[in-house]
């Protein structure tokens, strides 16, 4: 069935190191898809979306390509900082159902 | 963007009472809304998706006679959680999409609910 399938954490890194989250999707059709952050004790605020093949979300310092021949949406950023410490959420969502389905969460922990 | 709001925010409760929790939208009419319950450390699971003037989806697995969802306007959704037992605390995250906001289904989220039930 469709699901989104993220890197486990968590995942600890010095302020300033190089940021990958692994995500992969099986989906039908033609999915948008998208990270979420969650900061400790708050809701979840879309951080950057890709709504077609070959698209590349960004925000923040954060980027993800959407690969269709990969079935991938890897989050990346360049230089981490204290403050990007967060769960981070990979989904993907059709217009057809609408609801999102989310992956299971990375924990991200960034040391000074 | 557009923003949704939650009411309360957390609530502590004792078992076997009820609770009600709003979600709003609050610049957009949204005539679908989702219910997430979230899990400590776990992802979001869709429990319903509310429908403005009919009634709701349950996912599979979920007690439609225990969580009560109404989505009497277009911009008010509320789950009631019925007759609250300690295994029902978690953390509750509505989300609502914009239709007029473009495509890509976007899903804009409330801060959620933490239910705690003694």
């Known amino acids: 069935g469709n699901s989104v399938t993220q890197m486990e954490g968590p995942v600890t890194l010095s302020e300033e190191a190089f940021l990958t989250i692994n995500c992969t999707y099986t989906a039908t059709g033609y999915p948008s898809l998208f990270w979420y952050v969650q900061y400790p004790g708050e809701g979840l605020q879309l951080l950057l979306k890709?709504?077609?093949?070959?698209d590349k979300g960004s925000n923040k310092g954060f980027e993800a390509t959407y690969r269709k021949e990969t079935t991938s949406f890897h989050l990346e950023k360049g230089s981490v900082q204290v403050s990007d410490s967060a769960v981070y959420f990979c989904?993907?969502?059709?217009?057809?159902?609408?609801?999102?389905?989310f992956g299971s969460g990375t924990r991200l922990q960034v040391q000074p | 963007g557009a923003v949704v709001s939650q009411h309360p925010s957390w609530v502590i409760c004792k078992s076997g009472t009820s609770v009600k929790i709003e979600c709003r939208s609050l610049?957009?009419?949204?005539?679908?809304m989702f219910w997430y319950r979230q899990f400590p450390k776990q992802s979001l699971m869709l429990m319903a998706t509310?429908?403005?003037?009919?009634?709701?989806?349950?996912e599979q697995g979920v007690e439609k006679d225990k969580f009560l969802i109404n989505h009497a306007s277009l911009t008010l959704s509320t789950l009631t959680v019925t007759s609250a037992h300690p295994e029902d605390s978690s953390f509750y995250i509505c989300s609502a999409r914009d239709p007029a906001g473009g495509g890509g289904n976007e899903q804009f989220f409330g801060p959620g609910t933490r239910l705690t039930v003694l």
């Open positions: 610049d957009f009419q949204a005539t679908t």
């Open positions: 509310s429908n403005e003037g009919s009634k709701a989806t349950y």
């Open positions: 989904a993907w969502g059709d217009t057809g159902r609408r609801a999102l389905t």
């Open positions: 890709a709504t077609k093949a070959d």
